[in-house]
C-alpha cells in the first residue's frame, strides 16, 4: 500500500501544477453556472426598442382593442410603448390573400417585425395566423396570442350578457405553493426549479469531473506506455499497486475540485439565500459520487491500458461520455415520478446509479432498505470493476502492436 500512496502523490502533485488543471478548476464552475443562468437571463431580457407589428383583420371589430391594449400594457424602460401596431386592413371586405402579399413585402423589406391575421372566423374557430421572418421570438408571439385571445373572449362574454370584469375577478388563477413531505412528516417548502437544478448541477459536476479525469488517466496511461515508462514503474511496483495509486491520485484531485465546487456552491448559497440541497442528502450524494467515480475510473483504466494510439485514445473516450449523457435523457421520466418501477430499475444500474439517486433522493427520498442496496451494489461494481481492471492493466501496460480484441480481454481478465 505505501507503494500505491507514492504514486498516488506522484499523479496528484502533478496534476494539480499542470495549466490545464487549473484553468478547469475555476473553469468549470463558471460554465455550469454560465449553462444555468445565461440563457433564463437572455431569455427575460426586456427590448430596448419598439418593435412594429402589423395586423389584418377581417373581422373589423378585433384591430383597434388589440392595438390598444398592447400599447398600453408593455412599455420599454423609457416609457415608449414596446410594439407599435399598424392596422394593415380591417373590414368584412378585407381581400386576407391580397393583403397578405402586400404584408409579407413589408415584413421582407424590414419594415415591420411581423404581422397577425384575424380571419372573419376568428370568433368561431380562435385561430390566428402570424407571418415573420423570425417565428422564434416567443416572447412577441405570447403576448400577441394572449391579447387577442383576451379580447375575442371579452366580445364573446358581452355577447352572452356577461361583465368581462366581473369574470375577470372571478377567474383569478390560483397560486399553487408546494411542500415537501418527509418520512418523519416534517414539512418543507419545495420549488421545482431549485429541486431539477441541484440535481443538473450534481449531473453536470459528476460529467465534467469524470470526462476531464478520465481524460488524463487514460492519457497518462498512454503516454507512460509509449514512453516505456510502464515498464520502468512496474520494475518496482506490481501492476495493481500502480493502477491502484493512479486510480486514487485521480481521485484525490476530483475530490480537490468538488471540495473548491462545494466552497463557491455555498458562498453563491449564502449570498443569495437559496438552499439547493439539504446537507444531509448533500453528504449521501457525496458517498455516491465517490463510488460512482471510482467505478468510472476503473472503466477507465481498463479502457485504456491496451490502447497504443491517441485515436485510439479519443474514441475509447467518446464512448465512454455516452455512458455519462444517458442519465440526462432519462431525467424528466425519473422527476416526474421518483417512486416508478422504471426509476427504481434504472437505479440498480450501478453506471447510472450515483445520477438516478441525484434526481430521486432530492424530490422524494427512497427507502433507507432502497438506499443500502443501492449502496452495496454501487460499491461491490467498482470493486469488481477495480479488479477487472487490474487484471487488463497487468497485460495491456506491457502489450505493443495490435489492439486487443472483447473476447481477448476477457480472457486476460479470467486467467491473468
Not at 167 to 176: D, F, G, K, N
Not at 248 to 267: F, H, K, R, Y
Request: proline share 4%.
Amino acid at each position: 500500500m505505501n507503494k500505491a500512496l507514492t504514486v498516488a502523490r506522484w499523479e496528484y502533485l502533478e496534476k494539480i501544477k499542470s495549466k490545464a488543471f487549473l484553468i478547469s478548476l475555476f473553469l468549470m464552475p463558471i460554465i455550469m453556472i454560465g449553462m444555468g443562468v445565461i440563457p433564463s437571463l437572455l431569455a427575460t431580457r426586456p427590448d430596448t426598442e419598439s418593435r412594429i407589428v402589423g395586423i389584418v383583420d377581417q373581422t373589423g371589430e378585433l384591430a383597434q382593442p388589440v392595438s390598444e391594449r398592447l400599447s398600453e400594457r408593455y412599455r420599454l424602460t423609457n416609457g415608449k410603448p414596446n410594439y407599435v401596431v399598424r392596422v394593415l386592413a380591417s373590414g368584412r371586405n378585407v381581400d386576407v390573400a391580397q393583403q397578405t402579399k402586400a404584408a409579407d413585402q413589408m415584413v421582407t423589406a424590414k419594415e415591420i417585425e411581423g404581422y397577425a391575421i384575424l380571419r372573419g372566423t376568428a370568433f368561431h374557430d380562435s385561430t390566428v395566423e402570424y407571418r415573420s421572418r423570425n417565428v422564434a421570438n416567443f416572447s412577441l408571439m405570447e403576448r400577441f396570442t394572449r391579447v387577442i385571445t383576451e379580447v375575442i373572449t371579452e366580445k364573446k362574454l358581452r355577447e352572452q350578457g356577461f361583465d368581462p370584469q366581473l369574470v375577470r375577478r372571478l377567474t383569478v388563477p390560483i397560486e399553487l405553493k408546494t411542500t415537501r413531505l418527509k418520512e418523519g412528516g416534517e414539512t418543507e417548502e419545495a420549488d421545482f426549479g431549485k429541486v431539477f437544478f441541484g440535481a443538473y448541477i450534481f449531473m453536470m459536476m459528476m460529467f465534467f469531473l469524470v470526462v476531464t479525469s478520465g481524460q488524463l488517466l487514460v492519457r497518462s496511461l498512454l503516454e507512460e506506455k509509449s514512453n516505456r515508462v510502464a515498464e520502468v514503474l512496474m520494475s518496482s511496483c506490481s501492476a495493481n499497486e500502480l493502477m491502484v495509486g493512479k486510480i486514487l491520485g485521480l481521485s484525490g484531485l476530483g475530490l480537490t475540485q468538488i471540495a473548491l465546487w462545494g466552497v463557491i456552491g455555498l458562498a453563491i448559497s449564502l449570498q443569495f439565500a437559496i438552499t439547493l440541497i439539504s446537507l444531509s442528502n448533500a453528504l449521501l450524494l457525496l458517498v455516491y459520487f465517490v463510488f460512482g467515480y471510482l467505478l468510472y475510473a476503473a472503466i477507465f483504466v481498463g479502457a485504456g491500458a491496451p490502447l497504443t494510439t491517441e485515436q485510439e485514445a479519443q474514441q475509447i473516450t467518446s464512448y465512454l461520455v455516452l455512458i455519462l449523457i444517458m442519465p440526462i435523457v432519462l431525467a424528466f421520466p425519473v422527476i416526474q415520478n421518483p417512486d416508478s418501477t422504471l426509476a427504481k430499475v434504472l437505479t440498480f444500474i450501478p453506471i447510472i446509479t450515483p445520477t438516478m439517486m441525484a434526481l430521486r433522493i432530492p424530490i422524494q427520498t427512497p427507502s433507507v432498505l432502497e438506499i443500502l442496496l443501492s449502496l452495496v451494489l454501487l460499491a461491490a461494481s467498482a470493486a469488481g470493476a477495480m479488479w477487472a481492471a487490474g487484471k487488463i492493466f497487468r497485460i495491456g501496460m506491457l502489450t505493443y502492436g495490435k489492439r486487443p480484441s472483447l473476447r481477448e480481454l476477457v480472457r486476460w481478465v479470467r486467467t491473468a
